[in-house]
């Protein structure tokens, strides 16, 4: 198993500019979260599904948007970056939200 | 919404010392949670409990339910174990998870 993927690694955006953040996992988990870590901060929750066609809003939404077409797949869209969304953004899965979470490797993404 | 503290902040230790760090919470929860993040950037779960103590090799975790408090303790450190170690609960019952700022652990050789 390849547990869960992220891509790209690392991505340097322009003001403006939008991409999409990658995330895979192939452990036929339902859930599935979007974290974003700033220096010196406790990870937060951008986005999670609780199975396919199914998101919800965590902590910080505002700028990123999701969808869950599979169960494998969560993608994470930045529109109109802004220097505030520089961060490392981790993608995470979990068979229930009260066992334990597998991470991805994580995408470095800098908006300048 | 609840709130986690972990102490301390970053502690260094020599090799071969017995560590502990701490969490605290403020509302009561079913389990908790400790992850480790590598000085490379992976996170990897160590323990989920939701009372008592668990044990994986030199690592042992324990909790209060009734303090709300936990610790995680490394017996023989080592450098390898060099890493921010990170506390989460669940917030307020909900799938959603809240996540301490992490105790940054280096030993020296």
Known sequence: NAGVTQTPKFRILKIGQSMTLQCAQDMNHNYMYWYRQDPGMGLKLIYYSVGAGITDKGEV?????VS???TEDFPLRLELAAPSQTSVYFCASSYTPSVEQYFGPGTRLTVT | KNEVEQSPQNL?????EFITINCSY???ISALHWLQQHPGGGIV???MLSSGKKKHGRLIATINIQEKHSSLHITASHPRDSAVYICAVPEGG???L????GTKLTVNP
């Open chain 1, 61 to 65: 939404p505002n700028g990123y948007n």
């Open chain 1, 68 to 70: 869950r077409s599979t």
């Open chain 2, 12 to 16: 260094t230790a020599q090799e071969g």
């Open chain 2, 26 to 28: 403020s509302v009561g």
């Open chain 2, 45 to 47: 779960s160590l323990f």
């Open chain 2, 94 to 96: 909900s799938e959603k």
């Open chain 2, 98 to 101: 809240v996540f301490g700022k």
